[in-house]
């Protein structure tokens, strides 16, 4: 059964650059659209990205123009890079299908601070 793992955290100040990367056991294509999640502190889960398996995305408003999805089929891995990082987006960044959610993973932690 396929399961998602995240990586590519860490701290980085205002303005900052990191890539998160979702692995997949098995075939990325067991997954019609896999999304990328985040939780703050206190705050609820929140939707961030998606890509399907025909490469359509969506983004939340907050991270548009910012944060790019992408897919590397070769590799099994969905991948999140962001630019100009903000305090806000400061969260523990999970993935899961966008619509059958799996159980929640350990998640990566993304600090964004001066």
């Known amino acids: 059964q396929v399961q998602l793992v995240e990586s590519g955290g860490g701290l980085v100040q205002p303005g900052g650059s990191l890539r998160l990367s979702c692995a997949a056991s098995?075939?990325?294509?067991?997954?019609?659209?896999i999304a990328w999640y985040r939780q703050a502190p206190g705050k609820p889960r929140e939707f961030v990205a998606s890509?399907?398996?025909?490469?359509?995305?969506n983004y939340t408003h907050s991270v548009e123009g910012r944060f790019t999805i992408s897919r590397d089929n070769n590799k099994n891995t969905v991948n999140l890079q962001m630019n100009s990082l903000k305090p806000e987006d400061t969260a523990v960044y999970y993935c899961n299908n966008r619509d059958y959610p799996h159980a929640w993973g350990q998640g990566t932690q993304v600090t964004v601070s001066s």
């Open positions: 098995g075939s990325i294509f067991s997954i019609y659209a």
């Open positions: 890509i399907n398996i025909g490469g359509n995305t």
